[in-house]
T-cell receptor, first 119, second 108 residues
């Protein structure tokens, strides 16, 4: 149980275009989802916290107009990288927290990540 | 902000025991977690310490000492498949912050 599906697993796009990444909780409801960015051999850097039905909370330094997050249902959050540039190339990973749970009594369930390459 | 320090790389042989340390300069967190991540894959949960002391889960154990601002992950009977990156993370209640990770290489 507790499967998080992230799609696509990899995407190549041209500079200036937008890319949408989906994060779905398949067998549980997630009121909170998290979006991370990871550069090679580095840590997971939290970009934003997404709460179902409300605006996402962005970390300092993350442009909310560039990284659009929508969490319209209890099983789906999307991250759209708008006007992508080569420096946006990275590994993006989502995680989900089961509804009613807190991180101190329930582990985070991660998607398999999306490798974005902007040419 | 928080600061979590881990060794960047550790190498050990199959069957051995290895300890990955995590020191931190932060407070007010609920607990310390450990996650494993294979190259290109999703992080998977290993262990969580809400209280000081040792938590054992099969071959993996984790320890936390809040007074020493220190925790560790202990991996026993190492297997080749244990080669991966290991991250400690502090939990501020639905706000998880990760350390830089330790890359473990298990050799035959």
């Amino acid at each position: 149980g507790a499967v998080v599906s992230q799609h696509p697993s990899w995407v190549i796009c041209k500079s200036g275009t937008s890319v949408k990444i989906e994060c779905r909780s398949l067998d549980f409801q997630a009121t909170t989802m998290f979006w991370y960015r990871q550069f090679p051999k580095q840590s997971l850097m939290l970009m934003a916290t997404s709460n179902e039905g409300s605006k996402a909370t962005y970390e300092q330094g993350v442009e909310k107009d560039k990284f659009l997050i929508n969490h319209a249902s209890l099983t789906l959050s999307t991250l759209t990288v708008t006007s992508a540039h080569p420096e946006d190339s990275s590994f993006y990973i989502c995680s989900a927290l089961q509804a009613g749970a807190s991180s101190y009594n329930s582990p985070l369930h991660f998607g398999n990540g999306t490798r974005l390459t902007v040419t | 902000g928080q600061s979590l320090e881990q060794p960047s790389e550790v190498t050990a042989v199959e069957g051995a025991i290895v300890q990955i340390n995590c020191t931190y300069q932060t407070s007010g967190f609920y607990g310390l977690s450990w996650y494993q991540q294979h190259d290109g894959g999703a992080p998977t949960f290993l262990s969580y310490n809400a209280l000081d002391g040792l938590e054992e889960t099969g071959r993996f154990s984790s320890f936390l000492s809040r007074s020493d601002s220190y925790g560790y992950l202990l991996l026993q009977e190492l297997q080749m498949k244990d080669s991966a990156s290991y991250f400690c993370a502090v939990d501020y209640n639905n706000d998880m912050r990760f350390g830089a990770g330790t890359r473990l290489t298990v050799k035959p």
